[in-house]
């Protein structure tokens, strides 16, 4: 792959153009990738409304019927549930749980557990578990 950039004073917005031969799998995912760089979803906490970046969330999960995301060092309260948030981001989240959905672009390692689960342990070194049910579908994804 080859990147190149070109500076313009007179460019107002950021663009990003793709020449290739045809669009496959790495085209896709590489748009996909970028198409989530600006997604925003809105967070409450203590009685506050945070717009949060798509990117900056390690994980999402579900207590009580409510809906949670965990970035880097805060927990806010979200609107959609889990399977909204999965199918919306599929391309870079994945289902590990019926209870969490994590980024992709957040995970340190996984290691393999008992039973066909996995143990995933993110950049914050926070580890959570992939359920057998998930699993296989996490190593798809991932080439694995």
Request: aromatic fraction near 8%; glycine fraction near 4%; charge should be neutral.
């Amino acid at each position: 792959m080859k990147i190149t950039v070109r500076e313009n004073e007179k460019q107002d917005e950021l663009e990003i153009v793709i020449h290739c031969k045809k669009v496959d799998e790495q085209v896709s995912e590489l748009i996909s990738s970028l198409s989530h760089q600006d997604k925003k979803i809105a967070g409450t906490k203590d009685g506050k409304t945070f717009v949060l970046d798509i990117s900056e969330i390690f994980y999402f999960e579900s207590v009580d019927k409510k809906t949670f995301a965990y970035t880097q060092s805060e927990v806010y309260e979200v609107s959609p549930r889990l399977y909204e948030l999965e199918d919306h981001l599929a391309r870079s989240f994945f289902r590990a749980s019926k209870a969490v959905v994590i980024n992709i672009s957040k995970i340190k390692s996984i290691m393999p557990e008992f039973n066909g689960r996995l143990e995933i342990t993110t950049m914050t070194d926070e580890r959570l578990i992939v359920s057998r049910q998930y699993a296989q579908g996490l190593k798809t994804k991932l080439g694995l």
